[in-house]
């Protein structure tokens, strides 16, 4: 994605509104604004998405999951009440592992600004708005926040299988 978005002809489709756009993904006919919030979107669920089952197999190898703590894993909103959903996904769900797991402990300078990008970009996508421009300047800085969670979840959460390798499941009777 960072590749396509930097470069020079995604750029130019999205400056000359050139129609369909091409991305690797999809041909897009529709705005550039809808395009790049759609996008953004997506990434953004991606990753609160491998947030929360990073957390359940984290503390699944920990021994630690029990059906309350499931509970409260498959709904972060549930851990605390009212707390916002950059709270949720990055400080209340891994604080269940351990509370210097959090991002706001981690790195409270990236803390104010992903909680600022939630509240002034994420939420208002994920609530009707799109972006006012076809800028992909919009797209790549929400690119960067969707990244440093990455980054921040390879700390913590390494998955055992690599993609495209051979994996074997078992499943237990009593499990």
């Avoid at 957390?55 to 009212?82: Q, Y």
Wanted: proline fraction near 5%; avoid cysteine.
């Amino acid at each position: 994605m960072r590749k396509m978005l930097h470069s020079e002809n995604f750029g130019a489709a999205l400056r000359n509104h050139e129609h369909p756009v091409r991305t690797p993904i999809l041909d897009w006919h529709g705005s550039d604004a809808d395009l790049l919030s759609l996008l953004v979107q997506r990434a953004v669920l991606g990753v609160e998405s491998y947030t929360v089952g990073a957390a359940w197999i984290k503390l699944n190898e920990l021994g630690r999951m029990t059906t309350e703590m499931n509970k409260k894993v498959r709904n972060p909103f549930s851990i605390k009440a009212k707390s916002g959903t950059a709270s949720a996904y990055y400080h209340h769900l891994p604080a269940l592992i351990h509370p210097d797991l959090s991002v706001a402990v981690i790195d409270p300078e990236f803390w104010s600004q992903l909680t600022d990008f939630y509240r002034k970009v994420r939420n208002p996508l994920f609530h009707g708005s799109h972006f006012a421009s076809g800028d992909v300047q919009n797209a790549i800085r929400s690119f960067w926040f969707v990244e440093e969670l990455y980054a921040w979840l390879d700390q913590w959460h390494k998955p055992e299988w690599v993609p495209g390798q051979r994996m074997t499941l078992v499943f237990k009777a009593n499990a």
